[in-house]
Structure formats: structure tokens, C-alpha cells
């Protein structure tokens, strides 16, 4: 068994965990369960990198861990220190894309799907803003610029699927869709009834989100490997 594998492991059995518990509405070992996940994907990634690190990366874990912890102490500030948390993420994220990738060039048959996917961001950003700032009558502003930087990334995501549909944009691709729902189901929980299905929906998104960002930066260090290789 390679070295990196029982992380690996022990991340798909918590998540395992984390949706038999929530299911049969054990919410504080549902939480503990949680726990482990980001944990156990940080040393799969430490491990399979030959624990090499680079300082962004670090910091999108860093703040993956703040923001968890802030969920998990459910007080007074978590909603908000799990967005500020999860803002930076997304921008740290957005920063790798952008540095990381070339530049994208659309050509005539790609205008259609980038539309498709230009109004389907707009109108779930509208949507789940206006159900948002419905009830929230502070920090208005850092809602709705939480909103636009995720919809940027997932933009950026789609879009390099579209255009270039390697395995590396495909899971940029699914790292923003695990997101989106992860943040769309929160917000579901928090202003709905209890309901174990939007629990669980928001849960399990949440943390196979985890697992494809660290499988898009093995996949970058991997591609970069064989650059330099090459040149």
C-alpha cells in the first residue's frame, strides 16, 4: 500500500460516517466525523507531494481549516468568520487559476455554452443573493462579494473545461460545482426547516469539494513536472 493511501482512506471513511450520521440525525458525532476530513485530505496531499507545499496552497488550507473550525464551534461569529474564512479560499483559489493557467480563447463554437454557463452563475447569484440579503441586514456588501468571487471561479472553471476539456479543467470543474452546492445548501439550512437532506447535500459536497482541490494541485504539480521535463 503506497504511504499516501490510508489518509486517503481514512478521509472517504469519515465521509462515509459523516452521511450515516447525518442521516439518522446524530449531529454531534456528524461533527466529529467532519473533523477528520480535512485532516486526512492535507496529509494525503502532504504525502503524495513528497511534502512539498507551496505558500498559496498552504494558505488555502489554512483558512479551509479556519473556516472549519468556525463551523464546527457554532457561536455567536461563525457565519461569519466561515465567510471571511472561505472568501479568502476562493480568491487564493481564483489567484492559482488565473497565474497558473494561459489565457483563455474562446472560439465561435465555444459562445454558446459560455453563455449558457454566463446566465446560469448570474441567475443562481441573483437568486441566492436575494434569499440571502433578505435576511441578513449587516455585511451586506461581504455577502455579495463573497458571491461574485465564487461565481468568477466557477466561471473561470467552466469555461476552461469548455475551451480546452483537459483532465486538469475538469476538476477545477468539479471543485467549483462541489462549492457552489456546498454554499447553496448552507444557505438552504440556515434560513429553511431542518431537513437531513439538505443537510446531507450541503455536507457531502463540502468535503468531496476538499478532495478535488487537492486533486487539481496534484494534477498542476504533475503537469508542471513534465514541463520543465520536456524543456
Same mark, same amino acid.
Given at each position: 500500500?503506497?504511504?499516501?493511501?490510508?489518509?486517503?482512506?481514512?478521509?472517504?471513511?469519515?465521509?462515509?460516517?459523516?452521511?450515516?450520521?447525518?442521516?439518522?440525525?446524530?449531529?454531534?458525532?456528524?461533527?466529529?466525523?467532519?473533523?477528520?476530513?480535512?485532516?486526512?485530505?492535507?496529509?494525503?496531499?502532504?504525502?503524495?507531494?513528497?511534502?512539498?507545499?507551496?505558500?498559496?496552497?498552504?494558505?488555502?488550507?489554512?483558512?479551509?481549516?479556519?473556516?472549519?473550525?468556525?463551523?464546527?464551534?457554532?457561536?455567536?461569529?461563525?457565519?461569519?468568520?466561515?465567510?471571511?474564512?472561505?472568501?479568502?479560499?476562493?480568491?487564493?483559489?481564483?489567484?492559482?487559476?488565473?497565474?497558473?493557467?494561459?489565457?483563455?480563447? &474562446?472560439?465561435?463554437?465555444?459562445?454558446?455554452?459560455?453563455? /449558457?454557463?454566463? $446566465? %446560469?452563475?448570474? *441567475?443562481?447569484?441573483? =437568486? #441566492?443573493?436575494?434569499?440571502?440579503?433578505?435576511?441578513?441586514?449587516?455585511?451586506?456588501?461581504?455577502?455579495?462579494?463573497?458571491?461574485?468571487?465564487?461565481?468568477?471561479?466557477?466561471?473561470?472553471?467552466?469555461?476552461?473545461?469548455?475551451?480546452?476539456?483537459?483532465?486538469?479543467?475538469?476538476?477545477?470543474? &468539479?471543485?467549483?460545482?462541489?462549492?457552489?452546492?456546498?454554499? /447553496?445548501?448552507? $444557505? %438552504?439550512?440556515? *434560513?429553511?426547516?431542518? =431537513? #437531513?437532506?439538505?443537510?446531507?447535500?450541503?455536507?457531502?459536497?463540502?468535503?468531496?469539494?476538499?478532495?478535488?482541490?487537492?486533486?487539481?494541485?496534484?494534477?498542476?504539480?504533475?503537469?508542471?513536472?513534465?514541463?520543465?521535463?520536456?524543456?
Amino acid at each position: 500500500m503506497k504511504a499516501n493511501k490510508p489518509s486517503l482512506i481514512l478521509f472517504f471513511v469519515a465521509l462515509l460516517f459523516t452521511i450515516i450520521l447525518d442521516c439518522t440525525r446524530q449531529d454531534i458525532l456528524a461533527i466529529y466525523a467532519k473533523a477528520v476530513v480535512l485532516p486526512a485530505i492535507f496529509f494525503y496531499f502532504i504525502i503524495s507531494s513528497d511534502f512539498k507545499i507551496g505558500k498559496t496552497e498552504g494558505l488555502i488550507f489554512f483558512f479551509c481549516f479556519i473556516g472549519q473550525v468556525f463551523d464546527l464551534m457554532d457561536v455567536e461569529i461563525s457565519e461569519l468568520g466561515g465567510v471571511i474564512s472561505f472568501l479568502i479560499v476562493y480568491l487564493l483559489i481564483l489567484k492559482l487559476f488565473i497565474i497558473d493557467h494561459e489565457r483563455i480563447k &474562446l472560439r465561435r463554437k465555444d459562445i454558446l455554452p459560455v453563455s /449558457i454557463v454566463v $446566465i %446560469f452563475l448570474v *441567475y443562481l447569484l441573483v =437568486s #441566492v443573493l436575494s434569499l440571502q440579503l433578505d435576511n441578513m441586514k449587516k455585511f451586506n456588501w461581504l455577502y455579495t462579494f463573497y458571491g461574485i468571487v465564487l461565481s468568477v471561479m466557477s466561471y473561470y472553471s467552466f469555461v476552461t473545461y469548455i475551451t480546452k476539456g483537459t483532465h486538469l479543467a475538469l476538476l477545477m470543474s &468539479l471543485m467549483a460545482v462541489s462549492y457552489i452546492f456546498s454554499d /447553496i445548501f448552507y $444557505i %438552504f439550512n440556515e *434560513y429553511f426547516s431542518y =431537513s #437531513v437532506v439538505l443537510v446531507l447535500i450541503r455536507d457531502v459536497t463540502q468535503i468531496l469539494g476538499y478532495y478535488f482541490m487537492v486533486e487539481y494541485f496534484l494534477e498542476k504539480t504533475k503537469m508542471h513536472k513534465k514541463m520543465l521535463y520536456n524543456n
